[in-house]
């Protein structure tokens, strides 16, 4: 049997660069890296230093789209195995019948439940009690390949929905860690995924983060928490985009169906704002054009907000 398998690694942002440090490397030998271009060069992306060690590294091939080339050099390198998260491309055919022991892909969701490119932020929102993350095999369809392993764990909403995403990517590398030497011994067992039980999520855009204050206080926070990094949580007044950076809810209080979007005023360093059934409480928010700023500073700024209503 062979000491170490031989893997080519397909990762990108924070996530990727978490499962990459998170390898076990006495038990593989990784012979390349590759990353989607944007997550290095983007000025504005904060995923931008989160692969710089591997920068002089021969290794590292930062790509927008799988060439004739790289695929050959893929098929060269012969590789026992490739390992993908959160690399943000679609592999072509060609490369996933490369490998000896195919593809594997870690998925932050109990697969078949949210196939697709949002499962963290997409279950946050729909309040589910549990997550966790899948260990597959790779295969044409969309994150449809059979199971190698699984991992539940109960959502902490404390979290957002990044520091939930990093602690999903530690467990399935590590997950995958105690899966290299089976690999190598077939001692894994495969299972096919329902697919009649499949749930599917969309990418996520901006407008996604515009709240209505008919939500409840409670999808309101989930949205906040599942798109705490991007695109966050927004209302409109005076024909301007709101940004809601820090806030709290209180869902203690019953508010007439006219008073809904209603300003109430400032409240412990917080501004109140009536919606479905509570209120939220704003202590760091932004008007599009400005900075971030406490509530009683942007109050002290725009006095007339108190008695007005947000859309």
């Given at each position: 049997?062979?000491?170490?398998?031989?893997?080519?690694?397909?990762?990108?942002g924070?996530?990727?660069?978490?499962?990459?440090?998170?390898?076990?490397?006495?038990?593989?030998?990784?012979?390349?890296?590759?990353?989607k271009?944007?997550?290095?060069?983007?000025?504005?992306?904060?995923?931008?230093?989160?692969?710089?060690?591997?920068?002089?590294d021969?290794?590292?091939?930062?790509?927008?789209?799988?060439?004739?080339?790289?695929?050959?050099?893929?098929?060269?390198?012969?590789?026992?195995?490739?390992?993908?998260?959160?690399?943000?491309?679609?592999?072509?055919?060609?490369?996933?019948?490369?490998?000896?022991?195919?593809?594997?892909?870690?998925?932050?969701?109990?697969?078949?439940?949210?196939?697709?490119?949002?499962?963290?932020?997409?279950?946050?929102?729909d309040?589910?009690?549990?997550?966790g993350?899948?260990?597959?095999k790779?295969?044409?369809?969309?994150?449809?390949?059979?199971?190698?392993?699984?991992?539940?764990?109960?959502?902490?909403?404390n979290l957002?929905?990044?520091?939930?995403?990093?602690?999903?990517?530690?467990?399935?590398a590590?997950?995958l860690n105690?899966?290299?030497?089976?690999?190598?011994?077939?001692?894994?067992?495969?299972?096919?995924?329902?697919?009649?039980?499949?749930?599917?999520t969309?990418?996520?855009?901006?407008?996604?983060?515009?709240?209505?204050?008919?939500?409840?206080?409670?999808?309101?926070?989930?949205?906040?928490?599942?798109?705490?990094?991007?695109?966050?949580i927004?209302?409109?007044?005076?024909?301007?985009?709101?940004?809601?950076?820090?806030?709290?809810?209180?869902?203690?209080?019953?508010?007439?169906?006219n008073?809904?979007?209603?300003?109430e005023?400032?409240?412990?360093?917080?501004?109140?704002?009536?919606?479905?059934?509570?209120q939220?409480?704003?202590?760091?928010?932004?008007?599009?054009?400005s900075?971030?700023?406490?509530?009683?500073?942007?109050?002290?700024?725009r006095?007339?907000?108190?008695?007005?209503?947000?859309?």
């Amino acid at each position: 049997m062979k000491n170490k398998l031989n893997i080519i690694y397909m990762g990108s942002g924070l996530y990727g660069s978490i499962v990459l440090k998170e390898l076990d490397n006495t038990q593989i030998d990784i012979k390349a890296i590759y990353v989607k271009s944007k997550q290095i060069i983007s000025r504005k992306n904060k995923s931008v230093s989160f692969f710089q060690e591997y920068n002089n590294d021969l290794r590292l091939h930062i790509i927008s789209r799988f060439s004739e080339s790289n695929i050959k050099m893929i098929q060269t390198s012969a590789p026992d195995l490739i390992l993908v998260a959160s690399f943000g491309l679609i592999l072509p055919d060609s490369i996933l019948k490369i490998p000896t022991y195919g593809v594997i892909n870690i998925h932050p969701s109990l697969l078949p439940k949210y196939r697709g490119p949002s499962p963290i932020s997409t279950a946050m929102i729909d309040g589910e009690k549990f997550t966790g993350v899948s260990i597959m095999k790779m295969v044409k369809e969309l994150d449809a390949g059979p199971i190698l392993a699984q991992y539940k764990i109960e959502i902490d909403y404390n979290l957002n929905s990044n520091e939930l995403g990093v602690d999903l990517f530690k467990i399935g590398a590590r997950k995958l860690n105690l899966l290299f030497s089976k690999l190598m011994t077939n001692e894994i067992t495969e299972y096919s995924q329902n697919n009649s039980k499949a749930t599917y999520t969309k990418i996520i855009k901006k407008s996604d983060g515009h709240i209505l204050l008919l939500d409840t206080v409670g999808e309101i926070y989930r949205k906040y928490k599942a798109y705490y990094d991007w695109p966050g949580i927004y209302s409109y007044w005076n024909n301007k985009r709101i940004i809601f950076k820090e806030l709290k809810i209180n869902n203690k209080i019953n508010i007439d169906k006219n008073l809904l979007g209603k300003v109430e005023g400032l409240n412990n360093e917080s501004l109140v704002i009536n919606a479905r059934d509570g209120q939220l409480l704003i202590s760091k928010l932004q008007i599009e054009g400005s900075k971030a700023m406490s509530a009683p500073v942007f109050v002290n700024g725009r006095p007339n907000i108190i008695g007005e209503y947000i859309n």
